[in-house]
């Protein structure tokens, strides 16, 4: 199975930062990545996938990179609504697998 | 609009077997593979199963291999999850999933509780 290492698991930041998440593979997955938004109580959001694809209505402030291993999720400026935990999953074989998630906070 | 709805949570004793559904509307529920992800509370997501259009290919994670049947029904438009031999630490949110790869469309999902 693929494991997905995020780093770190959780950050303060103060609003207007710009905020970067990490994930690792253990192995190449080219790709095949999404990142998912979820707020307390409620359901993910998909943000990105293929690496580096903002699903429609999702904020431009929002962007991703990476492939192969090593991927990254930027919030250019951040804002008081992105407050939540942050989630990339490989979806190159299964078991599809997600990152343990990392918490943003507003310093 | 698309909406999945899953039905069947609840309390059960360590052992014990339950059966998730997820109705699917506002889609074409037989052209999309379907998956069930699931959150232990406090915990990250944790991908569980999914199966292809027509039924013919299932996959699991290991750990639910053996005990966990995902099945479909085209006609209806339904998933299901039927879990058997339950654990303690089968407690979690199971949500419904469309698609096998990323996931646009989730469920409100629904709370399973594994507890004597």
């Known amino acids: 199975d693929i494991q997905m290492t995020q780093s770190p698991s959780s950050l303060s930041a103060s609003v207007g930062d710009r905020v970067t998440i990490t994930c690792r593979a253990s192995?190449?997955?080219?790709?095949?990545l999404a990142w998912y938004q979820q707020k307390p109580g409620k359901v993910p959001k998909l943000l990105i996938y293929a690496a580096s694809t903002l699903q429609s209505g999702v904020p431009s402030r929002f962007s991703g990179s990476g492939s192969g291993t090593d991927f990254t999720l930027t919030i250019s400026s951040l804002q008081p609504e992105d407050v939540a935990t942050y989630s990339c999953?490989?979806?190159?074989?299964?078991?599809?697998?997600f990152g343990q998630g990392t918490k943003v906070e507003i310093k | 609009e698309v909406q999945l709805v899953e039905s069947g949570g609840g309390l059960v004793q360590p052992g014990g077997s339950l059966r998730l559904s997820c109705a699917a509307s506002g889609f074409t529920f037989s052209n999309y593979w379907m998956s069930w992800v699931r959150q232990a509370p406090g915990k990250g997501l944790e991908w569980v199963a999914n199966i292809k259009q027509d039924g013919s290919e299932k996959y699991y994670v290991d750990s639910v291999k053996g005990r966990f049947t995902i099945s479909r029904d085209n006609a209806k438009s339904s998933l299901s999850l039927q879990m058997n031999s339950l654990r303690v630490e089968d407690t979690a949110v199971y949500y419904c999933a469309s698609g096998s790869t990323y996931t646009v469309y989730w469920g409100q999902g629904i709370l399973v509780t594994v507890s004597s």
């Open positions: 999953q490989q979806y190159n074989s299964v078991p599809r697998t």
């Open positions: 192995q190449g997955i080219s790709n095949y």
